[in-house]
């Protein structure tokens, strides 16, 4: 049975919109009779409202800034991120070397970290994007690492019998058969870049989704600042999505099951 996009995606999300609709739909009635404080936890028909009314100012400073910090942050931690990683791969000294100091970096609390990171580089951009960049970083190393290490002991013999040498292995092996779990990092990344960009803006500066928020509970303006939060999470999920349709088309060219 052929089933229409349309189908085949109420199938598959139907259920999950159900409860999204059903829990905003408590929320709202909760809300209205008064059994929490709106200033508390705002109705979302206000949050809306609220976002219609902030649509300039969210969405044409606030939101780019954060979107900058998310983007600058996330390229450099794939760069650098996927460098170290195939490096580790490829020396197994530059692996004991490093592989416990990056493992150590994600034992110590971001929020601990951050402060010193705007210490160094002040309220600027390159503040920012180096607390996205420490956020960002350790998933796309473990993806890259973790994934060229998998199998296909099978093909490297095949191909050393044909004279292939270390560089050919990488290229035509290891790397194809890596990049599920390199994708895995990057979605992983992707979604903790916003994470990092947020709580480098809750510690200064004038501009950003993250600022805003803090901005406005501080001023008890708890519609704004939920407008914020519902900007940032839907500025996540549209960045985690945008990767998940990039892996589809990828494997999808190469004819690949994970298609």
Request: glycine share 10%; charged share 15%.
């Amino acid at each position: 049975m052929i089933l229409t996009p349309l189908k085949r995606y109420l199938r598959d999300y139907g259920l999950a919109l159900l409860l999204l609709l059903f829990l905003l739909v408590c929320w709202e009635t909760v809300v209205r009779l008064k059994w929490i404080p709106s200033f508390i936890l705002p109705a979302p028909t206000s949050i809306w409202n609220a976002l219609v009314e902030n649509r300039r100012l969210l969405f044409g400073q606030h939101l780019p800034a954060t979107l900058q910090e998310v983007i600058m942050g996330f390229i450099l931690s794939v760069v650098l991120g996927s460098l170290l990683g195939t490096g580790m791969h490829l020396s197994r000294r530059l692996e004991k070397a490093l592989y416990p100091f990056i493992i150590i970096s994600q034992t110590i609390p971001l929020i601990a970290l951050s402060p010193i990171f705007i210490f160094w580089f002040g309220y600027s951009l390159a503040g920012k994007v180096a607390v996205v960049f420490l956020t960002a970083f350790f998933p796309v190393v473990v993806g890259s690492f973790d994934g060229l290490r998998k199998g296909g002991e099978g093909y490297r013999e095949l191909l050393l019998t044909m004279g292939a040498n270390r560089w050919h292995l990488l290229t035509k092996i290891q790397i194809p058969l890596a990049l599920p779990s390199f994708f895995s990092g990057l979605k992983l990344s992707i979604v903790y870049c916003v994470i990092g960009a947020t709580i480098g803006e809750w510690l200064g500066g004038s501009k950003g989704l993250g600022y805003f928020s803090r901005r406005m509970a501080g001023n008890l303006q708890s519609d704004e600042m939920f407008a914020a939060v519902f900007l940032l999470s839907a500025l996540g999920l549209v960045l985690f999505l945008i990767l998940v349709l990039l892996e589809k088309i990828l494997f999808m060219k190469r004819g690949s099951s994970n298609s």
